[in-house]
């Protein structure tokens, strides 16, 4: 699976939209980006995925760039309940396979 | 989103016991199961894959003897620690995929090794 690369830490205001970076250079054509979160002390809560279209369901919006390169996971309102560490990960849908972690950001929002 | 519960949240046992902890698709048929664990400070990691009703596959540096994997119907897998020593505690989640969609983790355990 590609490898990500994400910052390690960001800050956003309750209220304001939080835009996570995810850089994804090695893509290959048949690999998805999927986005998880864990709040401290959870498992992973599943937010959204996308292969190359941009995404939106009722947590977020996924904008994945034209050459699949990077992506950006957008919260349209943060929340003081959004904070948690992102995860952005790179996978070919295949039955079988799992989902590998890197470290993500640690998002904090502070009203 | 689909939900997987775990049992128990938390448990705590003496060096040398053996604890199991229960993994349960409610609302979907997990054909694979995944067990992580991951310790303070640090993100996730893939101990072992198991798909309904075959041996678990475990990652390198993962003793299949020492974290026996069950996963004998499509809603339930357990995760046995045998002979535990402080150096398992750790935060256990499992995850469950049924075939190629999305893949869903339960709430996690915690367990301490005294």
Avoid at chain 1, 9 to 30: F, Q, V, Y
Avoid at chain 2, 48 to 69: P, R
Avoid at chain 2, 79 to 88: F, N, R
Avoid at chain 2, 105 to 113: E, I, W
Wanted: some cysteine.
């Amino acid at each position: 699976d590609a490898k990500t690369t994400q910052p390690p830490s960001m800050d956003c205001a309750e209220g304001r939209a939080a835009n996570l970076p995810c850089n994804h250079s090695t893509i290959s054509g048949n690999e998805y980006v999927y986005w998880y979160r864990q709040i401290h002390s959870q498992g992973p809560q599943y937010i959204i995925h996308g292969l190359k279209n941009n995404e939106t369901n009722e947590m977020a919006s996924l904008i994945i760039t034209e050459d699949r390169k990077s992506s950006t996971l957008i919260l349209p309102h943060a929340t003081l309940r959004d904070t948690a560490v992102y995860y952005c990960i790179v996978r070919v849908v295949q039955a079988g396979t799992a989902l590998i972690f890197g470290k993500g950001t640690t998002l904090s929002v502070s009203s | 989103g689909a939900v997987v519960s775990q049992h128990p949240s938390w448990v705590i046992c003496k060096s040398g016991t053996s604890v199991k902890i229960e993994c349960r698709s409610l609302d979907f048929q997990a054909t694979t199961m995944f067990w992580y664990r991951q310790f303070p400070k640090q993100s996730l990691m893939l101990m072992a894959t198991s798909n309904e009703g075959s041996k678990a596959t475990y990652e390198q540096g993962v003793e299949k003897d020492k974290f026996l994997i069950n996963h004998a119907s499509l809603t339930l897998s357990t995760l046995t620690v045998t002979s535990a020593h402080p150096e398992d505690s750790s935060f256990y989640i499992c995850s469950g995929r049924e075939g190629r969609e999305t893949q869903y983790f339960g709430p996690g355990t915690r367990l301490l090794v005294l």
